[in-house]
């Protein structure tokens, strides 16, 4: 076994240092065999395994090995012929980043877990893999987990070293009146909230390099690598794509004229379907359809994953109710389900509750529907049915 690899390892392990421990890290099973950890670029899955790794092992223990198939060493050498190495050799656990670099990675894991009965592998990949759709060889053998970006409550926490915890839905809409009792105190989330909707969501907004060049970086990146490395697009297309991505950002959230769409980047309607459909999977853009419909239908409204993304497109035109609702849906798509038919001005969220995002401060002319839960942005506090924005942020 290559001394080398242990050599990276153990100075990555001591040199790791999670500003924030994410939740993910209690919500995974960490005794399956095969574990998959899926998420955007740039949200820190390298160092979630690393941080497993220095949690559960420590820098030096040689049963645990993190390496990363961007390595050309594995040009020429699978998966499954390495790990049968590191477990002669007593390794139980290994960690492989960016898994899809390896041409035939899903067969190769499959092997492995065939053959090392005793080997656990945590492996990361791109959100735009469908593991179980694309690889059936996988099925019912990997358990799969999403890493997301920073939620606003985990921004808050490594901003003011409080320890906040997230809150269920239901827990909110019922007692937030209460919950903000136990914040305010401690912190006025209104002093982040701008601050996070502009660079929160991404944790490398923490390295000391202009935010916005690093995140237009990473979007190019995710339309080049992510979207036609996995999709095996011919590179032809990238132009078409990335494109299309542009005029989806500067039109704003609104239903996509695919028409239009079509004609402005010279292809099919099918083909320009088929590209949201992509863009999203990357978690460059937000899908909303009304209850009952899917993709391949057209959505009734397309918008930016998140708010950070907005303000990286130049020119910035930013419509401050469009930031808030990029953060409601973006803040709700963890664990709940966002509808919205074209003609309403709010959400359905879960198939039964009714949201409708509006500035707090123009809010009080408008008169109230019980049945309808007002997020309203511009405040701290909430009454009854009217409850703040940000706390939704709280959520995980």
Same mark, same amino acid.
């Given at each position: 076994?290559?001394?080398?690899?242990?050599?990276?390892?153990?100075?990555?392990?001591?040199?790791?240092?999670?500003?924030?421990?994410?939740?993910?890290?209690?919500?995974?099973?960490?005794?399956?065999?095969?574990?998959?950890?899926?998420?955007?670029?740039?949200?820190?899955?390298?160092?979630?395994?690393?941080?497993?790794?220095?949690?559960?092992?420590?820098?030096?223990?040689?049963?645990? /090995?993190?390496?990363?198939?961007?390595?050309? %060493? !594995? &040009?020429?050498?699978?998966?499954?012929? =390495?790990?049968?190495? @590191?477990?002669?050799?007593?390794?139980?656990?290994?960690?492989?980043?960016?898994?899809?670099?390896?041409?035939?990675?899903?067969?190769?894991?499959?092997?492995?877990?065939?053959?090392?009965?005793?080997?656990?592998?945590?492996?990361?990949?791109?959100?735009?893999?469908?593991?179980?759709?694309?690889?059936?060889?996988?099925?019912?053998?990997?358990?799969?987990?999403?890493?997301?970006?920073?939620?606003?409550?985990?921004?808050?926490?490594?901003?003011?070293?409080?320890?906040?915890?997230?809150?269920?839905?239901?827990?909110?809409?019922?007692?937030?009146?209460?919950?903000?009792?136990?914040? /305010?105190?401690?912190?006025?989330?209104?002093? %982040? !909230? &701008?601050?996070?909707?502009?660079?929160? =969501?991404?944790?490398? @907004?923490?390295?000391?390099?202009?935010?916005?060049?690093?995140?237009?970086?990473?979007?190019?990146?995710?339309?080049?690598?992510?979207?036609?490395?996995?999709?095996?697009?011919?590179?032809?297309?990238?132009?078409?794509?990335?494109?299309?991505?542009?005029?989806?950002?500067?039109?704003?959230?609104?239903?996509?004229?695919?028409?239009?769409?079509?004609?402005?980047?010279?292809?099919?309607?099918?083909?320009?379907?088929?590209?949201?459909?992509?863009?999203?999977?990357?978690?460059?853009?937000?899908?909303?359809?009304?209850?009952?419909?899917?993709?391949?239908?057209?959505?009734?409204?397309?918008?930016?994953?998140?708010?950070?993304?907005? %303000?990286?497109?130049?020119?910035?035109?930013?419509?401050?109710?469009?930031?808030?609702?990029?953060?409601?849906?973006?803040?709700?798509?963890?664990?709940?389900?966002?509808?919205?038919?074209?003609?309403?001005?709010?959400?359905?969220?879960?198939?039964?509750?009714?949201?409708?995002?509006?500035?707090?401060?123009?809010?009080?002319?408008?008169?109230?529907?019980?049945?309808?839960?007002?997020?309203?942005?511009?405040?701290?506090?909430?009454?009854?049915?009217?409850?703040?924005?940000?706390?939704?942020?709280?959520?995980?």
């Amino acid at each position: 076994m290559e001394e080398a690899f242990f050599r990276t390892h153990t100075y990555l392990v001591e040199h790791t240092n999670a500003p924030v421990r994410r939740t993910l890290m209690d919500e995974i099973d960490w005794s399956d065999r095969m574990i998959g950890i899926k998420g955007t670029r740039g949200v820190g899955k390298s160092t979630f395994l690393l941080q497993y790794a220095k949690e559960h092992f420590g820098p030096t223990d040689r049963k645990c /090995l993190y390496v990363n198939m961007n390595n050309f %060493y !594995f &040009q020429s050498r699978g998966i499954a012929d =390495f790990a049968g190495d @590191f477990v002669k050799q007593g390794g139980r656990t290994l960690l492989i980043d960016q898994v899809f670099k390896q041409p035939d990675w899903s067969k190769e894991l499959r092997k492995c877990y065939d053959l090392y009965p005793e080997l656990k592998i945590v492996f990361t990949g791109s959100s735009v893999m469908r593991l179980k759709e694309e690889n059936p060889e996988l099925n019912g053998v990997v358990k799969s987990y999403n890493l997301r970006g920073f939620s606003f409550r985990e921004f808050i926490n490594l901003q003011t070293g409080n320890n906040f915890q997230p809150y269920e839905l239901d827990d909110i809409l019922r007692n937030h009146e209460h919950i903000i009792k136990q914040i /305010l105190p401690k912190v006025s989330p209104m002093k %982040y !909230f &701008q601050d996070y909707l502009h660079h929160g =969501f991404y944790p490398f @907004f923490l390295e000391h390099r202009n935010f916005t060049e690093n995140l237009l970086k990473t979007m190019n990146m995710m339309t080049e690598v992510d979207i036609l490395l996995i999709k095996q697009i011919e590179l032809k297309y990238l132009t078409k794509i990335k494109r299309l991505f542009y005029q989806l950002a500067v039109e704003g959230a609104k239903a996509p004229n695919v028409s239009q769409l079509a004609d402005s980047i010279n292809t099919s309607r099918a083909t320009v379907m088929n590209y949201i459909k992509y863009l999203a999977d990357a978690r460059l853009i937000n899908m909303i359809y009304p209850e009952g419909q899917d993709f391949p239908k057209k959505p009734t409204k397309v918008m930016m994953h998140n708010s950070n993304l907005m %303000y990286a497109i130049y020119p910035i035109q930013i419509d401050k109710q469009e930031v808030m609702e990029t953060f409601f849906v973006n803040s709700l798509w963890k664990d709940h389900v966002v509808h919205q038919a074209g003609k309403d001005h709010y959400y359905t969220v879960d198939g039964e509750k009714r949201f409708r995002i509006c500035d707090a401060q123009s809010s009080n002319k408008m008169r109230n529907n019980p049945d309808i839960i007002y997020a309203r942005y511009n405040t701290e506090v909430g009454k009854d049915n009217k409850i703040p924005l940000w706390l939704l942020g709280f959520l995980y």
